[in-house]
């Protein structure tokens, strides 16, 4: 069966340090990924989705990056973290002639 | 573009059917998704829809889909404390990495 993880689960950090968070796929391969946010209280907003190893799409102009360097890993990244970044960052992936989406656990980020 | 859009808040008593509605703009939309989200977790698929079925049941879930009025609406049968959670609609938005655009959510509470 197929699984997915996110990791940190929580994460304090303060204002302009760096970011990394992590998406792994189990018992798949290929799969399409995506990465949303969630502010508090509010629905969801796809940042990225990639199609394949090294292929990343943005929707929205940020301060976030991804990257996909192995065909079951995604990994959403900054340089200098906003205030505005807070919030719950959800990894989901989907097979790639399906339709369904499957969520991670989620990462919630408080930056200070 | 595509707007999905749901009404924010939805309160009812243990037992009751509670009903959530949502609307869609994108009128070449596939799929059709209810996700379920419960404090601090990730979103659960919890049944989808094709845009060409008017209905789907699955135990105490019935979707309804009026696709001439873009109108999607969840039916909980004998409501329980236990599905206190946002709900969240979601459309299937072109063919490029099977993206989908989500609702606001709509937070539904339970009372005993």
């Known amino acids: 069966s197929q699984t997915i993880h996110q990791w940190p689960a929580t994460l304090v950090q303060p204002v302009g340090s760096p970011l990394s968070l992590e998406c792994t796929v189990e018992g798949t391969s290929n799969p399409n990924l995506y990465w949303y946010r969630q502010a508090a209280g509010r629905g969801l907003q796809l940042l990225f989705y990639?199609?394949?190893?090294?292929?990343i799409s943005s929707e929205v102009p940020q301060n976030l990056s991804a990257s996909r360097p192995q065909d079951r890993q995604f990994i959403l990244s900054s340089k200098k973290l906003l205030l505005s970044d807070s919030g719950f960052y959800l990894c989901?992936?989907?097979?790639?002639?399906?339709?369904?989406?499957?969520f991670g656990p989620g990462t919630r980020l408080t930056v200070l | 573009g595509e707007d999905v859009e749901q009404s924010l808040f939805l309160s009812v008593r243990e037992g009751d059917s509670s009903v959530i509605n949502c609307t869609y703009t994108?009128?070449?939309?596939?799929?059709l998704y209810w996700y379920k989200q419960e404090p601090g977790a990730g979103l659960q698929l919890l049944t989808y829809i094709f845009s060409n079925m008017d209905m789907k049941q699955d135990q105490r879930l019935t979707v309804l889909l009026n696709k001439k009025d873009k109108h999607l609406s969840l039916r909980i049968a004998d409501t329980q404390t236990g599905d206190s959670a946002i709900y969240f609609c979601a459309e299937k938005t072109g063919n490029a990495g099977n993206m989908l655009t989500f609702g606001g959510g709509t937070r539904l509470m339970v009372k005993p």
């Open positions: 994108d009128s070449s939309s596939t799929y």
């Open positions: 990639s199609v394949g190893i090294g292929q």
């Open positions: 989901a992936w989907t097979p790639g002639l399906l339709n369904e989406q499957f």
